[in-house]
């Protein structure tokens, strides 16, 4: 039985244990659970009841809601800091600002029009080439990244080929969420979300969401409202399509 966040269990008419339910509403789920190889069990019957509510809440107090004038405006006077990193200057001058190079330097160069990012194969494997920045960014944040010309290449041998943009969390659970698109070896093309933790047992744990597209020119953007935290593919011209919503209980963002 659970009234509010209290759940109590109760065996044959008795009450055996007691918990307080840390999980939001809209992550409490009701199931059974057993080790297939360990013990036997045979459920006979279940009965599901509670005190639903007859209407709908009105549109501000529903919790899966977006607000009324957009779901993620952001007023002006609430913003604390806006940071703009212009990827076209320099390596040197990136590396002022806190950006680190991942990877060797000669797979990044910069010209006026922007970055580019050369992934090359060295002794028969893939190398990672990219950017990190380290930043405290503490409660609601939007990261965006925007590209063109991007080119995807693999085959058989070399296996997947992605391009993403990577933000990590200082939870307990080492949270990290990825956004991007990426290339089969088959040549099938994705944007992928992929949200990665750690289980309490320290064994890793990975959830990926995929969409059949192929897409060479846009912005990438991940967000966090509260405890959501929300994956977005934007065009050239500031049209964006959400792709993935999960929720987040982390303190803050790290890079």
């Known amino acids: 039985m659970l009234q509010n966040d209290k759940l109590t269990l109760h065996i044959n008419g008795a009450a055996v244990a ?13 199931g059974l659970f057993r080790y297939i190889t360990d013990t036997k069990c045979r459920v006979r019957n279940i009965v599901y009841r509670g005190d639903w509510p007859k209407q709908l809440p009105k549109l501000e107090q529903q919790q899966l809601a977006y607000p009324a004038d957009g779901p993620f405006l952001v007023k002006k006077e609430l913003v604390q800091e806006s940071l703009n990193l212009p990827l076209n200057r320099p390596v040197d001058q990136l590396q002022q600002d806190g950006i680190s190079i991942l990877g060797s330097d000669d797979g990044i160069s910069t010209a006026e029009n922007g970055l580019r990012l050369h992934a090359k194969q060295e002794n028969g494997e893939k190398t990672q080439v990219g950017l990190t920045l380290e930043k405290s960014l503490p409660g609601d944040f939007e990261a965006t990244l925007n590209f063109a010309e991007l080119t995807l290449q693999s085959n058989q041998e070399n296996g997947e080929t992605g391009f993403t943009m990577l933000v990590a969390f200082d939870d307990p659970a080492k949270s990290v969420i990825e956004l991007g698109m990426f290339l089969d070896h088959h040549g099938k093309h994705s944007v992928r979300t992929i949200c990665e933790h750690q289980l309490p047992d320290g064994d890793p744990t990975q959830v990926d969401s995929q969409f059949s597209q192929t897409v060479t020119a846009g912005q990438l953007r991940i967000l966090r409202r509260g405890n959501q935290l929300h994956c977005l593919l934007g065009d050239q011209e500031n049209h964006f399509r959400l792709l993935k919503a999960t929720p987040l209980l982390a303190h803050r963002s790290q890079r």
């Open 18 to 30: 007691e918990h307080t339910v840390a999980a939001p509403p809209t992550s409490r789920f009701f």
